[in-house]
Each structure stands twice: as C-alpha cells, then as structure tokens.
C-alpha cells in the first residue's frame, strides 16, 4: 500500500483546498520546472508561487533538487505512486478556470527552454569539439565502451599498473594481465586484492607470452606496443592467444617526431603509421582490420587498430 503523503487525511486536503496549490501540482506534473518557470506558467509573483512550494514540501507532495545555481521542483514519488490521489487531483486541475491558459503558457516556457537549447548548440557547430572532449574524454569512452562489452574474457598485454585491467574486473570480465616489469604486477597485484578483484597476472615478454593459445576473447595492447622491441612479433603474440573469432585491439600513437619521449618515457619507437599497423595485423592472420587515427586533446595523435582471428 503507498503510504499517503501527508500524517491525516484532514491534513492532506488542507494542503490542496488552495487553488494555487492545485495549479502548481498541475504544472509539474508535466516535468520538473525552476520556480521562475513556475512564475511565468501561473503569471504569479515569485513570493506567492515560492510561499506555496513551501507549502506543498512540507506535505510532502513536491521536492527540490539543487543543480548549480537552479533549483528544480517535481512531484514526490509518494503522490506519484498514489494513484488514487492523482485521479483527485487531475480531476480537480481539470476543472480549474486557469488551466487552459496555464498549458497554454508551460507550452511556451519549454518551447523556449528548447530553443535556449538549440541556439546554444547552433552557436558552436563546427566548434563543439575544441570546447569539449565527448564522452568525457578517452577515459569516460572507455569505461563505456567496457560496459557495453558482453561478458568476455580479455587479456591486457602490457597491462602496467590495471588502469584497464580493473575496470574489466570490476565488471565482472575474466581478466589476464601480462606485464614485463615485476614491480607492476606486483603493484597490479596489490591493487586487484585491495579492491576484491580477480585479475591473473602474469609476468611475461610480449614477444613470447607465457600464455596457451586461444584464451581471449579480446586481446589489447594499449598504449604498448611502442615499448616493444618487436611489435609485429607481440601482435603475432597477441593473435596467438585470442581465441577463433576472437579480436585482436591495438591502441598505440601515430608515427611522430617528439624524440624526448626515448628518454623520459622509455619508448622504442616513436609511434606507428597507421597503414604498417595493418601490414603487421594481417600478418599476423588477422580478418576484419580496421584501423582509424584520432587527434587528442592536449597529446599526441593515436591510431586504433582491430583485426579478427578467423
């Protein structure tokens, strides 16, 4: 049984006698709006339609929520679930003299909050991209992009300290982790245990996996292959160990001139054309290459590359 909204009866129906009450409940039950939109959907004063959101709060038949410097009022779930009450009410709204000039105005507050919206978007078309980074950035499409993967078994290559790894365990993908350095799988380890995850790790060369072959259902070698004193033989590594219909993920950067990286990120190689990254997949007996370039935000340009065992 919902529970009503207000301690007694009596109670609750004093809070609806007011006809600016029932006015307000109306409009809301359209969508949530700002008190200034409630102001001009009623032609009211400020002060009267915020005396009666007060009102209605205390009833617990409307509630807040602060989002930056606006605050927006909507139903409670306690009215909403009652749906003996709501037939009153909209009974009751339905006959109220003001309701045909109320929808009349809300009608034009939300076309006018949409077309705020579309102005401000027309503003910045062919310029969007150098204000915002979509999805949040590489890693917000990232996290999404694991999500949307079906339960899966994957295996990171050069899977450092799990800034991958853990997310996929997190949820809930069968995880094997390779790295060449002892104190990241060590570290990599740790991580997994404080956080109750499964991660097999393993300590390995990319070049020469100490993996059985057909394992994953996707293998990734994120941001690696430029550590790799071979990278053709770690993705013939990696399409070894992907199972038949498996893929093979390879992020990496752009072939680029920024020699400093040699010293202060201990790369071998500067990069990748895209087009020697689809030799190297198809080599490796891959199917199904794609291979796609993206300018970063603030870094070097990446190439992403994919190829399917058949």
Known sequence: MPRTPTSRPEA????????????????????PLTVGELTEVLALPQSTVSRHLAILRRGELVSDRRDGTFIWY???????????????????????????????RQRAVL?????????????LAGS??????????????????MMALPPATVVDLGAGEGDIALP??????????VDSSPAMVRTLEAKAQAGGLRVEAHLGDLEALPLSSGLGDVVLLSQTLHHTRRPEVA???????????????????????????????????LGFE?????????????GEIAVETAEVAGGLPVVAARGTKS
């Open 235 to 269: 993705i013939a590594e990696a399409a070894r160990v992907a199972r038949s219909g498996g893929r093979v993920v390879v992020l990496d950067l752009v072939r680029h001139e920024q020699d400093w990286a040699r010293e202060k990120l201990g790369d071998l190689w």
């Open 12 to 31: 609750l129906f004093q809070v609806l006698a007011d006809e600016t009450r029932l006015r307000v409940i109306r409009a809301l039950f359209d969508c």
């Open 128 to 145: 969007y991209h150098n204000l915002v980074r979509p999805g949040g950035g590489a890693e917000g499409l990232a996290l999404a992009m």
């Open 111 to 123: 076309e006018a909050r949409r077309a705020h919206t579309r102005d401000f978007f027309d503003a």
């Open 74 to 104: 909507s139903l409670t779930d306690h009215l909403l679930r009652d749906d003996a009450l709501v037939a009153v009410i909209r009974a009751a709204t339905a006959r109220l003299p003001q309701e045909q000039a109320d929808r009349e």
């Open 274 to 286: 895209p087009e020697t990254l689809r030799g190297w997949l198809a080599r490796a007996g891959l």
């Open 168 to 177: 996929l365990a997190r949820l809930g993908h069968r995880v094997i982790a």
